[in-house]
């Protein structure tokens, strides 16, 4: 079994940050790219940032130049540092992983249970 377990979501002031945390654990071989979602209310669930294991990055347009998205191989953790927080930026926060198994090396995908983020005018 493998887990994705999010951290450091809260409500915030317009132009505050938070800094999301995502560590995998369990039977773990090697972790391909890692990534962050988000669903506001009422809407698609949508990417806002992943990095590959090699460290290149990719961004939704709506926060590039305020997030930034960094992992620590080591740790199996993803994090996600946002800036200049607006409003739309509401929403449960999800994490997403490539997994590679320990056992029987299976390419797993795996989403944690997220964490949500309030932003507030």
């Known amino acids: 079994q493998v887990q994705l377990v999010e951290s450091g979501g809260g409500l915030v002031q317009a132009g505050g940050s938070l800094r999301l945390s995502c560590a995998a654990s369990g039977s773990i071989f090697s972790i391909n790219a890692m990534g962050w979602y988000r669903q506001a209310p009422g809407k698609q669930r949508e990417l806002v940032a992943d990095i590959t294991s090699g460290g290149s990055t990719n961004y939704a347009d709506s926060v590039k130049g305020r997030f930034t998205i960094s992992r620590d191989n080591a740790k199996n953790t993803v994090y996600l540092q946002t800036n200049s927080l607006k409003p739309e930026d509401t929403g449960v926060y999800y994490c997403?992983?490539?997994?590679?198994?320990?056992?029987?090396?299976?390419?797993?995908?795996?989403w944690g249970r997220g964490t949500l983020v309030t932003v507030s005018s």
């Open positions: 997403n992983a490539g997994v590679v198994t320990r056992v029987f090396r299976r390419d797993l995908e795996v």
